[in-house]
């Protein structure tokens, strides 16, 4: 739970950085999209509940012994709902930690902060919930048998039991045209989740409730706009290069409330780009008011979205330098070509081991395919000569580009448990006697028909391949009890920490299948009085397996992906610092093991910027507007892809 704090804490300091405080958000009870306060209270007769209150009082509302400890937040895009939710997780859990120093425990359940994006409706949610908290924590993963004699796994218990508070952010990022179906599974789950926090936009939260019905027993509170005098505050108290530069935005703010400039700024996220965006001495806020963009809601927003990436890398930090022309332009280039790769994928969470996704299937299978045939010729010609390098390398291409065509693997993390490796090896054996069975009668068959007659095929053939099958089986369960994936949806794990754990058992799996092909060589040779049939099994089956086991982890395929992409300068080449920097500065957001961008706003806007990148940087001094940002197809982007790795590789 400390952990938790600490994690969530840093993000949210991360997510206030360089204001002068946090932005004043309030609500207000939305009686439209709820149930009757009476089924809010679980009784007939039962009166409104005073939910209204700000950002600072967000937990003590949600605490207070008449409330349900259920709530919606709606608000529009750009309303604060993430960092509301945010706000909560981190206040709960605090109090929580408080208890216990206090008391030795706590009554309360524990909030876990979760993007609900990624939740597929179709499954339960109370499944989904389980499933992330052991994908963060093992600890929560071994079977226990609940109160109704029911064996489930740890994580599921607290969650049916009500020891877990869970905060579901962002609702409507679930695929279009599911939000009805996952409030009718929210609702389905209401019986096991007692308590429980959802953000969602006002428009999909509406269009879900006409379809599916309030959900009972949870009231529902609007998110408000901020005051202009709150936010005309806030940009003269955020600047220190001196107020009179924002005398004429705030008096516009003032006498001019309904003015698109006030409806852009009263949002949250709008008043906090104004604020980082005009914060340089050299820059003119007056813009918002002159600038042939400022006419409209629409061209102030993308103006602001627009600049704030190359003011955010240009600008100095306590713990980031202040980054070159040259540089700023480089990083928002990477950075578009991101949002883009995301839009194409449908999906707002930036995985490292999902980057493969960002090559053409044909092309990550050719760049699988040139590892596998390299370690096939490099297995077999070492030992029978540049014929046999040839046939290798046409082997094993082939076979590690289906596998990089089909499915890169998700990370992984040794996980040394005794019951999960004894079953695992035991599985093992069973696929070393189905494998096993098939290597014999291919070998044997072999031998037949290169000349041998019954004795070879049984002695040479049939049971040496048994038995290295057997082994190989055996090895590869043994292999296998030592790993333990990692789910798509990380979401209590940081991305560095995903990365180390499977770069150590991608690193780990290539020295175990060496160790593996010397072990079979050995009794290969052993088995057919031959020590130089076995010092060639042993090389072969090695290298080819030591290979196999850095490229059946998301490492392997990270790392070529990696590669490919920053030759083509569509990354930097260290992509995991650039992510942090990112990160650092403002512009993405860590959910669990996944980074996002700030907001869902920005990645829209930098993706509609793809095909503008794509051309080429526009001439020195020249000025794009937004709009010209945001024109084009989205599969342009992969379709210049495609042509540069036919330019490469294509002759």
Known sequence: MRDQLEQWARELAARLQGGPYPLPVRWKV???????????????????????????EISVMFTRSESPRRLVVLGKSGAGKSVLALYLTV??????????????????????????????????????????????????????????????????????????????????????????????????????LRHFVLTCRTGPYEAAVTGHGALASTP???????????????????????????????????????SPLAQVLTTPLYASLARVVYRARGTRPDELLDADWAGTRAGI???LIERLTP?????????????????????????????????????????????????PRWGRSLAGGLAGGLAGGMAFGLTGGLEDGLMGC???????????????????????RARRLLARTWGGLGDGLRYGLGFGLLFGLLNVLSGGGFAAWFGAGFALGLVVGILGGLMGGLWGGLLRNVDDDQRASSPTTLLSDDRAASLAGGLFGGLAGAFMGVFTGMFANSPTMGLTVGLR?????????????????????RVLLAMRGSIPWNLVAFLHEAHDRGLLRQAGGVYQFRHAR???????????????????GAHRSPAESADGPADRGAAWHCRWFADRFGR
């Open 30 to 56: 939305e009686p439209t999209v709820m149930a009757s306060w009476a089924a809010v209270h679980g009784r007939p007769g039962g009166g409104p509940l005073f939910l209204e209150g700000n950002v600072d």
């Open 91 to 192: 206040a709960l859990l605090d109090a929580a930690l408080a208890e216990i120093r206090r008391s030795g425990g706590t009554a309360d359940p524990v909030p876990v902060l979760l993007s609900i994006g990624g939740w597929d409706p179709q499954q339960p949610l109370s499944e989904w919930i389980a499933e992330q908290l052991v994908a963060g924590n093992p600890l929560l993963a071994p079977m226990v048998t609940g109160p109704d004699g029911t064996r489930r796994s740890l994580a599921k218990e607290l969650v049916v039991t009500g020891r877990i508070l869970p905060v579901l952010d962002g609702l409507d990022e679930i695929a279009l045209g599911q939000h009805q179906a996952a409030l009718a599974g929210i609702e389905t789950a209401a019986g096991q």
């Open 220 to 258: 529902v509170v609007q998110i408000q706009a901020l005051t202009t005098g709150e936010v005309g505050r806030y940009l003269v108290e955020g600047t220190d290069q001196g107020p009179n530069r924002w005398d004429r935005v705030t008096e516009q703010l003032h006498t001019q409330p309904d």
């Open 301 to 303: 927003e993308n103006s």
């Open 311 to 359: 003011v955010a890398f240009a600008a100095a930090t306590r713990r980031r330098r202040a980054r070159t022309a040259e540089e700023t332009a480089a990083a928002h280039r990477h950075l578009i070509f991101l949002a883009g790769y995301l839009r194409r994928c449908g999906t707002y969470d930036l995985a490292w081991w999902q980057l493969h996704r960002a090559l």
């Open 394 to 416: 046409l082997v094993g291409g082939p076979v590690v580009g289906l596998v990089g065509y089909l499915a890169p693997p998700v990370p992984r993390r040794v996980d040394i």
């Open 541 to 561: 089956i090695g290298l080819i397996s030591g290979c196999m086991g850095v490229l059946t982890g998301a490492w392997g395929w990270f790392l070529l992906a």
């Open 602 to 620: 920005l990645q829209d806007h930098l993706a509609g910027s793809e095909v503008v990148a794509a051309r080429g940087p526009a001439p020195a």
